[in-house]
């Protein structure tokens, strides 16, 4: 909390759904907040954001919370259940790659968050997307030649 005033977090589901430790280190610090059971409507702001409209999923009840920034968490549970006997994944259920994102089978190649990898942003997923679309290009190319 060295880098921000206060933070609030916003969860759909009744209780916390990340790592239990980090939510026991944040649940009694006075500069965080929890909002089980609601979910986002908005974010508003001129020019860059300045309040969140969340709203309770069991009452209704909107609620107005200042903010500075907002940053989108959508979960660890990667969706790849249908990938499962078919290329190999990790206990996790993350696609295991290689360094040219080839999955373990041939032709296939796994980009982004889907991916086992350290660091999961935007700007890791991107980058992933525009090595895969190369290494696509170049895998194609070479079974041209073949």
Do not use: C, W
């Not at 990667?78 to 041939?106: H, K, M, W």
């Amino acid at each position: 909390m060295n880098f921000a005033r206060s933070i609030t977090f916003v969860e759909i589901l009744p209780k916390p759904q990340g790592e239990k430790i980090l939510y026991e280190r944040l649940k009694d610090n006075e500069r965080v907040k929890f909002y089980f059971s609601h979910k986002v409507v908005s974010i508003e702001g001129v020019g860059m954001v300045e309040r969140v409209i969340v709203e309770s999923v069991d009452t209704g009840e909107r609620k107005e919370i200042n903010a500075g920034g907002v940053f989108i968490y959508t979960g660890m549970i990667p969706n790849t259940e249908f990938l499962s006997g078919i290329i190999e994944l990790d206990e996790a259920g993350y696609v295991i790659t290689d360094d040219s994102l080839r999955t373990s089978l041939e032709g296939v190649f796994a980009a982004g968050d889907v991916r086992e990898k350290a660091l999961r942003q935007v700007v890791t997923a991107a980058g992933d997307g525009a090595l895969a679309a190369f290494m696509v290009q170049k895998f194609f190319e070479e079974k041209e030649v073949s």
